[in-house]
């Protein structure tokens, strides 16, 4: 079993070895040529793996060896979960639409969920934590004997401290460059061998500078107990590293990558008592988010957090618009149809001659089930329930209908006074747009899986808060207004049951790539998936507001590449492969260590790039 042999591994290895690799690989990750399906989820499995082990008696370097085994094993771990949704043998031959229909469904909800976590940066996690929790400070400091605002001002001070040691470390690391280059120089002028070398080496400025900067770089993930307790309040930050921190071989057992996971809520990984290893400041703040989240829901403030984060997703987003959209637009929140407050809507945002209708969904989506069948249909009965998307675009699009069918729209506040009048004959399109708190992956992104509407009814656009967000901030970072927004809802509408991807920011990067989506149309497809790089520009859009290099908006064709044939091949022919779901996908070229495009899990060059 590949868990077991993976844990055989980690437990002869030491915590600071196979943490500071981890931290190495998070820093290095965009150049990286490690290629995981799922690096954070993958790597911080692999290192509540190593809580479950005690600190070995003579313990071996995590080096190069182990990371090869280590990638092979997680890759096998998590892409195992595929298998749940083929056919047995037995099955093979029979299969019904249904069978299709249900695991259609079923495999990209359970790989999202369990594979995903949340896409956002370390800004937008702290800012959800202040906007959704802090409010409930007081709930918080009675279950933790710490409020969540003192868990954010510890988790800030960690931060800049390590941020300090990233800025140490990079002059150090440039010094070294420049004492070794001149040493080379000198080697090369006098002709020096290796053995001499070596001995010129010790007493030149290159090993002062080589030692300075290697022993900076194993003490940059590292925190002591003592520095944490003079950078805040020692008695806040003693409960702080209590909360925080694990210790090797004091954890549950971890066998699946689907169970709760115990690295992801205790980021401080304890060398000693009073030292510890961080390899990512952001899981700090992700873990502060999901426990104190958690902890509410458990607690007599349930409902009030739920309303308080029903009200805040709305706030949040007419803020976004807002933000994007200066004093163009006017919004206006919590609206209803009638003077009887009947028939709420959300947000409605008018902008020249066209209407946005948003309806804002805080919900999340709850844990799939193991069984297809099964799963399929609580997948279905939750997105169809008033929680969720189906419900959205069904308040939305009666203001669709009603200006489809000519009819003038009154809108009056909660004072039942009327505050909007929309006419058909000064409006030229209404869209209607759901956003979720949460990410539901291809249940939004291809809305003909699941949403129920009229044959010749429009789509909405359905995305999660934070694509909202990060969509807008490129559409600013170019220049592009509302206008080009438009252009790309109305695109959007176009590709539901036709072009998939995981992600909404999949989409939109394609856009940034290509300059537009006429290339999917002009192709002669049954289907299209796109290449999960794609969303990668939105994080050097990031980098770039934060001193990274620009990111020059350079549009150019895409390319297209057929791929069922090899999906064929790869499978048993004793699986029936749907044709019309599997033609064609718009990829870029595939590196060889990345995983295949035809799904099959394994890497190109093993797969499709074997011929």
Not at 132 to 142: A, E, G, L
Not at 174 to 185: N, S
Not at 428 to 457: H, P, Q, V, W
Request: include cysteine; hydrophobic fraction near 40%.
């Amino acid at each position: 079993m590949d868990v077991a042999s993976l844990r055989e591994l980690l437990a002869e290895c030491s915590t600071e070895t196979v943490v500071g690799s981890t931290a190495a690989f998070f820093l290095e990750w965009p150049k990286s040529d490690i290629k995981l399906s799922s690096p954070h989820r993958q790597l911080f499995f692999l290192l509540g793996l190593m809580l479950t082990t005690p600190e070995p008696t003579a313990p071996k370097d995590f080096n190069e060896d182990q990371w090869k085994r280590a990638e092979e094993s997680l890759e096998k771990i998590f892409n195992s979960y595929v298998w749940m949704f083929w056919p047995s043998p037995e099955e093979a031959g029979r299969l019904t639409q249904n069978w299709h229909s249900s695991r259609e469904v079923a495999m990209p909800t359970f790989l999202h969920y369990f594979n995903s976590g949340l896409l956002a940066s370390t800004e937008q996690v702290r800012s959800r934590i202040e906007r959704y929790v802090v409010p409930f400070d007081d709930q918080i400091q009675d279950i933790f004997e710490i409020s969540v605002s003192d868990m954010l001002l510890i988790s800030d001070a960690i931060k800049r401290k390590i941020q300090a040691d990233f800025t140490q470390l990079k002059l150090l690391g440039d010094e070294e460059k420049r004492q070794r280059l001149v040493f080379l120089e000198k080697a090369k002028n006098l002709r020096w061998n290796t053995e001499r070398m070596r001995a010129e080496a010790v007493k030149s400025p290159y090993e002062e500078a080589a030692r300075a900067f290697f022993g900076a770089l194993v003490e940059t993930f590292k925190i002591q107990k003592d520095q944490l307790l003079t950078l805040c309040d020692p008695a806040k930050a003693a409960i702080f590293w209590k909360i925080f921190s694990a210790r090797r071989g004091a954890v549950g057992e971890l066998t699946y990558p689907t169970e709760l996971n115990p690295a992801l809520n205790l980021p401080l990984y304890l060398l000693t008592d009073d030292m510890a290893m961080i390899p990512l400041v952001h899981s700090i703040f992700l873990a502060i988010l999901d426990m104190t989240e958690r902890a509410l829901l458990n607690s007599d403030s349930r409902d009030r957090f739920l309303r308080r984060r029903d009200e805040e997703l709305e706030a949040e987003v007419a803020r976004i618009f807002l933000r994007f959209c200066g004093q163009h637009i006017s919004v206006f929140r919590s609206v209803y149809e009638t003077d009887t407050l009947q028939n709420e809507h959300d947000l409605v945002i008018l902008w020249q001659r066209r209407v946005f209708v948003v309806e804002t969904k805080a919900s999340p989506p709850r844990e799939p089930l193991r069984d297809p069948s099964r799963a399929y249909t609580r997948i279905r009965d939750d997105f169809r329930s008033d929680r969720s998307i189906q419900k959205a675009y069904e308040q939305a699009h009666r203001i669709d209908m009603a200006y489809g069918k000519g009819e003038t729209i009154a809108f009056f506040n909660d004072k039942r006074v009327k505050i909007l009048e929309i006419s058909p004959n000064n409006i030229d399109r209404i869209y209607c747009i759901c956003i979720t708190r949460d990410n539901f992956g291809m249940l939004a992104t291809d809305l003909s899986l699941l949403l129920k509407k009229e044959d010749l009814a429009p789509y909405p656009w359905a995305a999660n808060v934070l694509d909202l967000e990060s969509l807008f901030d490129a559409f600013s970072y170019f220049g592009w207004g509302l206008d080009r927004f438009c252009e790309y809802l109305e695109a959007r509408e176009m590709m539901h049951g036709k072009v998939e991807a995981a992600d909404e920011l999949e989409f939109a990067g394609y856009l940034i790539s290509h300059g537009s989506f006429k290339g999917m149309f002009e192709q002669k497809y049954d289907h299209l998936w796109l290449n999960p790089s794609y969303s990668e520009v939105f994080d050097r859009i990031f980098a770039a507001r934060h001193g990274g290099e620009p990111v020059e908006y350079k549009p150019h064709p895409p390319v297209t590449t057929d791929f069922s044939s090899e999906v064929r091949r790869w499978r048993s022919k004793s699986v029936q492969v749907p044709q019309h779901r599997i033609a064609k996908a718009i990829y870029r070229k595939q590196g060889r260590n990345e995983l295949c495009a035809c799904g099959s899990g394994k890497k190109y060059k093993r797969c499709c790039g074997a011929n």
